[in-house]
């Protein structure tokens, strides 16, 4: 075990390439941090003379830090992520009670505010943001080094005033003592701490002398979440404040060309009536008459530039596309070629719908002007440097005027990530309109975002594949069409490359399977409908028309499905032992009665590894997963009870994509609404989850959107195995099961 004093093992390697370490004192606290480059930064500094993206800080103080230790012995870790359920709030302060060796009872979190330089996401900066679970993967050597830094600067506290050897200082659970007797909290030390030199160089633990990481330590969030107090952006209420709505074109690309409001000014309770470039705002004193008086409005649009098709017009569309060639994302041998010259080929589509986020707490925030002329802003913010630019432009002030205040967020699923930080835009826009005088609290309705929100675009696969002499893979020629998220934003640079979109092609281009003859290509299909990443991105889809094609193959080919996986997975060990891993705990290959079976899928994304059995049952069209047995590799497991929620919660919400979630247009409009229509999983159809975690010692890795990609798929090899009928598109039709 560690010995809990200075005489560390020698650090891992762990050092960026440039780092700064900073300090600051105030009211008898001892705050500290670290700031790092993103990737994007270190690769033009490697690359020489490019210019680093995040100005590093020198030795100048800063106010705001990643750790603080007060005197009433708490330790606040500042949280640079949101946190919308997946548990960062616990998983952060973690990281850093490890290399402190606090006492999980002293832990606490607190969300940051705006600032790239401070709060950057080294993996996608320059920007502070929160998505492709990336918070703890980003977090991990910098909050580690904060931790082992602060730790330092108590023990040199502790040598200064005892007169002890540094080496005989023993820190344990947030208790520092010596051997003469003498002992102190974080809390007595953090004044005195607070003076000593920040040290340049730290130790960090061994993980095998870990005592917190990999533990189930209860969640800093669940007392506040049980009791009602946590505050969610509806929660906030400042004084005098209006609820606006807005009233947005009814088909995407749509404009306005006329508004009589008249009769919304009428209702009781509306204050006033805006047009801002998204549309018309109703201001009144509560949520009630807002609504009320936006449904008074007579609007007229200009629909000469909006979408005007219905699904099944796009989906023709669609595959006259894919009769041609695309842009090329992979090419590896010849597949045409190969595919002339085997003796079995195999051919399937896939069709994968437009899909809404549904958070359960729908969009809204506050914004309120300040004396000076300054602006908070109080949301579940995904983006907050993003959101705070976008801001400050619409409301002609620098960014420094713009103050971002992150709550609680009641679920996103990628929603409140959007690269134009748009709700915030929105709400900017109505208070610069209606002057600024009260506070301003917009709020979109369910039924705004379900119909007129940002979705996960539709796609179409076709896949060519074959068999060689062997029974392994020859060929695979796969063609997807679907509407590019990353045109026309910030991200459009990285993203997009040689005509790809790589979020749109992930999962497939590739696909870790050894196949010597592949050709992936793509093509665009602009639309005016507004999209946006959705949980897992890409991988959404790929990974079900990758896995329910290998599965054809191996069936094909008169192989088990797990045996003929692991046949092409050679060269990726981390993908067989969690395949191997799953197909184990779940039994998988044993008998099952007449219209019970299993599938199995794996499928790594965000570095993260997992694979899935499911076990279904088919009676007619009527399909009950039963059972659900998943394996994951994420390296390090931080907290093993945060990650089996998170393994649980993508399972379910990708189970409810599978089996009912489509966004339908008919003329241009959207069909659903509500989860009348667009109706969320349910309690009964939850199956039974078993998580089993791989034990690792690579850095951690995300966990918060790979649990969706596996699920359809193995869920779909399933009710194959049941009754010998292949369901590739998404949501199942299960009619088509009648008579199996």
């Known amino acids: 075990m560690y010995s809990k004093t200075m005489n560390r093992p020698a650090a891992p390697a762990i050092a960026p390439s440039r780092r700064d ?41 800063r106010p705001n830090a990643f750790v603080r230790i007060a005197p009433d012995n708490t330790v606040t870790v500042i949280v640079k992520h949101l946190d919308m359920g997946q548990g960062v709030t616990t998983g952060l302060p973690t990281i850093v009670a490890e290399e402190l060796d606090a006492d999980w009872s002293q832990m606490r979190a607190e969300f940051a ?44 506290a502790a040598v200064d005033e005892w007169k002890v050897p540094a080496t005989e200082v ?32 730290v130790r960090l633990k061994d993980a095998k002398d870990f005592t917190l990481i990999g533990t189930a330590v209860h969640r800093i969030d669940h007392v506040v979440k049980t009791d009602g107090s946590a505050k969610f952006a509806l929660d906030i209420r400042r004084p005098n404040m209006l609820t606006a709505v807005l009233q947005r074109p009814t088909r995407f690309g749509g404009t306005l060309k006329s508004v009589d409001d008249k009769a919304a000014r009428a209702i009781k309770g509306v204050v006033d009536v805006v047009i801002v470039p998204q549309g018309v705002a109703v201001l009144a004193e509560n949520t009630w008459a807002a609504r009320q008086g936006r449904d008074a409005l007579k609007i007229e649009w200009d629909d000469s530039k909006a979408e005007m098709r219905s ?25 045409d070629q190969a595919l002339k010259t085997s003796g079995k080929v195999l051919q399937a589509e896939f069709v994968f719908p437009y899909l809404a986020h549904a958070p359960m707490e729908p969009l809204n925030c506050t914004i309120e002007q300040a004396a000076d002329g300054s602006y908070d802003f109080y949301a579940g913010s995904q983006f907050p440097t993003i959101e705070q630019a976008v801001a400050a432009a619409t409301l002609g002030v620098t ?14 699923f990628g929603r409140r990530a959007t690269p134009n930080g748009d709700y915030f835009a929105e709400a900017a826009a109505i208070m610069k309109k209606a002057g600024g005088k009260r506070p301003v609290h917009l709020v979109w309705t369910r039924e705004d975002d379900i119909k007129g929100g940002r979705y996960r675009p539709m796609f179409y696969h076709a896949v060519e594949a ?30 997009f490359k040689e005509g790809v979109d790589a979020t749109a092609v992930e999962g497939v281009a590739d696909m870790p399977y050894s196949i010597p003859n592949r050709l992936v290509d793509w093509h665009d299909a602009p639309s005016a409908i507004s999209t946006l990443w959705w949980r897992s991105v890409g991988h959404s889809h790929t990974a079900q028309a990758v896995e329910v094609m290998m599965d054809d193959l191996a069936h094909a080919a008169g192989k088990n499905p797990v045996d003929f996986r692991v046949a092409l997975l050679k060269d990726h060990p981390r993908h067989v032992a969690v395949l191997k ?51 994951v590799d994420c390296g390090i497991a931080i907290n093993p009870d945060v990650i089996k929620a998170q393994m649980e919660g993508g399972a379910g919400y990708g189970l409810g994509a599978a089996l009912r979630n489509q966004i339908t247009f008919d003329k241009g409009i959207v069909d659903q609404a509500n989860f009348d229509t667009y109706e969320p999983l349910r309690i009964s159809d939850m199956p039974v989850i078993e998580v089993h975690i791989m034990p690792s010692t690579e850095a951690p890795t995300g ?38």
């Open 466 to 495: 074959s068999l060689d002499a062997n029974g392994g893979v020859a060929a695979w020629k796969h063609r997807l069409v679907g509407q590019s998220f990353m045109r026309g934003t910030a991200f459009e640079p990285v993203m």
């Open 581 to 631: 891993l799953a197909a184990e705990k779940a039994g998988f290959g044993q008998a099952m009665p007449a219209g019970q079976g299993q599938g199995v899928a794996v499928h790594e994304s965000f570095n993260t590894y997992v694979a899935m059995v499911a076990d279904v049952t088919v009676n007619g069209a009527d399909v009950k997963v039963n059972r659900i047995v998943i394996a």
């Open 399 to 412: 960014a420094d005027k713009v103050r971002i205040h992150t709550v609680w967020g009641g679920g996103s």
């Open 170 to 201: 023993v820190v344990t659970k947030g208790v520092l003592t010596h051997k003469s007797g003498k002992s102190a909290t974080f809390g007595d030390l953090a004044a005195k701490a607070a003076q000593q030199p920040v040290p340049i160089e």
């Open 21 to 61: 370490v900073f300090k600051a004192a105030g009211a008898g606290a001892l705050v500290i941090g670290f700031v790092m480059m993103s990737g994007r930064g270190y690769a033009e500094e490697a690359a020489g003379g490019g210019k680093a993206l995040v100005p590093t800080l020198g030795d100048a103080p």
């Open 113 to 156: 505010p705006a600032d790239a330089q401070l709060y950057n996401n080294t993996d996608f900066g320059p920007i502070q943001g929160t998505g492709g679970s990336t918070s703890v993967h980003n977090s991990w050597t910098q909050l580690r080094k904060a931790g082992a830094a602060a730790r330092a600067m108590l023990i040199a």
């Open 311 to 335: 699904t099944a017009d796009m989906l023709a569309d669609y595959k006259t596309l894919a009769a041609t060639p695309g842009s090329v994302a992979v090419k590896a041998g010849d597949a």
């Open 703 to 740: 966990v918060g959107e790979p649990g969706v990609p596996p699920v359809a798929p193995a869920v779909s090899n399933a009710i194959f195995a049941a009754t010998g009928k292949r369901l590739r598109s998404l949501p199942f039709d299960f009619d088509r099961l009648k008579g199996a």
